[in-house]
């Protein structure tokens, strides 16, 4: 088994579910209490199938090509991770629909951005881009809360 494919199935365990198991992350992403804009998005999204190790390297080569359609793929099939892991951070401060917005637009820098050369997965390497994000998007959120603004008050005569 390849170092790609221990990275791969540590990360779905870490999430205690198995990518391919549509049951079980449509069940995950039920649990989450959200609008219904959000909650047809999360319905939606299951659908985009989990890339086997051998294709989602076929699309890694494609995308470092050029191939805009091999990213699409790419960010599409990765989308239920951004939902699983903006879910260990609802409750921190932003909203969920914040935080999967954060990180898919953090999702597809990543997948931009990944480069073979790196001793980091691909699937690690997205994973750690996106709690990255959030992390800041949460920090950056609480920082705002702090700032006062002082309103001058128009004085009674």
């Not at 049951?23 to 219904?36: F, G, M, P, R, S």
């Not at 470092?64 to 951004?82: I, T």
């Not at 939902?83 to 917005?101: C, F, N, Q, S, T």
């Amino acid at each position: 088994m390849s170092k790609h494919t221990l990275n791969n199935k540590k990360r779905v365990n870490s999430m205690g579910l198995d990518a391919k198991n549509k049951t079980d992350l449509k069940e995950a992403l039920e649990e989450i209490e959200t609008d219904h804009l959000m909650r047809m998005y999360l319905d939606e999204i299951v659908n985009f199938p989990a890339l086997e190790e051998e294709k989602e390297r076929n699309l890694i080569d494609l995308k470092q090509k050029g191939d805009e359609s091999a990213v699409k793929k790419l960010v599409e099939s990765n989308y239920r991770l951004v939902a699983l892991i903006a879910k260990e951070y609802a409750g921190r401060g932003l909203p969920y629909e914040d935080l999967v917005m954060e990180g898919n637009n953090c999702l597809i820098e990543a997948v931009k951005t990944f480069d073979q050369g790196l001793e980091k997965p691909f699937s690690e390497f997205i994973a750690f881009a996106i709690r990255s994000s959030l992390d800041k998007a949460i920090e950056n959120h609480k920082e705002a809360d702090y700032i006062t603004l002082e309103v001058p008050r128009e004085e009674e005569e």
